[in-house]
Antibody, heavy 117, light 112 residues
Framework: QVHLVESGGGVVQSGSSLRLSCAPS????????MHWVRQAPGKGLEWLAT????????HYADSVKGRFVISRDDFMHTVFLQTNSLRDEDTAIYYC??????????WGQGTMVTVSS | DIVMTQTPLSSPVTLGQPASISCRSS???????????LSWVQQRPGQPPRLLIY???NRFSGVPDRFSGSGSGTDFTLKISRVEAEDVGVYYC?????????FGQGTKVEIK
């Protein structure tokens, strides 16, 4: 079965770091670009970051550029989002999504990050 | 940066009646390769989003044919021909032509 499972969320203090992980299964991971999207409580969706299928290219939203880093390990079949210098406004559900011709055809259940000052 | 604006933000609909959501981009969405990367996702209450429509008008696998997408340039529309109870949720358009990619604010579809 095809799915994505995120992990690594939690409750942290402002200024802290967390590494989020996304483990895919049921498809050839190394063939696809991958993305992170977040949703603050009661708010809409916000695209955060994209990494190309080969890991050579990354793109970021202005809100996280310089603080978050997307990476992938094709041997471990995992995509990561390293989140640094966390702020209150980073509190959200973080979703991993699989790329299909620049749309998101598979989403995980999400992992919750709560930043408390 | 491209800003995506959806209207309406809320759409109360009678079961069996049509619904329509508009999405307007602040700039053109035709990529240099000639494709238009405008998609629609649905988020049911308490669920992660799921893909409905990609590249303006292509219905994703398993999506009922009562959902359709259309548009070009900067104006795009999602239509539900006959709303069913399972269609309740929030609908988002998203552009993936220009980085940074961006979502609309979302349109909440509810039953009257």
């Amino acid at each position: 079965q095809v799915h994505l499972v995120e992990s690594g969320g939690g409750v942290v203090q402002s200024g802290s770091s967390l590494r989020l992980s996304c483990a895919p299964s049921g498809f050839t991971f190394s063939h696809y670009a991958m993305h992170w999207v977040r949703q603050a409580p009661g708010k809409g969706l916000e695209w955060l970051a994209t990494i190309s299928y080969d890991g050579r290219n990354q793109h970021y939203a202005d809100s996280v550029k310089g603080r978050f880093v997307i990476s992938r390990d094709d041997f471990m079949h995992t995509v990561f989002l390293q989140t640094n210098s966390l702020r209150d406004e980073d509190t959200a559900i973080y979703y991993c999504a699989k790329d299909s011709d620049s749309s998101f055809d598979l989403w995980g259940q999400g992992t919750m990050v709560t930043v408390s000052s | 940066d491209i800003v995506m604006t959806q209207t309406p933000l809320s759409s109360p609909v009678t079961l069996g009646q049509p619904a329509s959501i508009s999405c307007r981009s602040s700039g053109g969405l035709v990529h240099s390769n000639g494709k238009t990367y405008l998609s629609w996702v649905q988020q049911r209450p308490g669920q992660p989003p799921r893909l409905l429509i990609y590249k303006v008008s292509n219905r994703f696998s398993g999506v009922p044919d009562r959902f359709s997408g259309s548009g070009s340039g900067t104006d795009f529309t999602l239509k539900i021909s006959r709303v069913e109870a399972e269609d309740v949720g929030v609908y988002y358009c998203m552009q993936a032509t220009h980085f940074p990619w961006s979502f609309g604010q979302g349109t909440k579809v509810e039953i009257k």
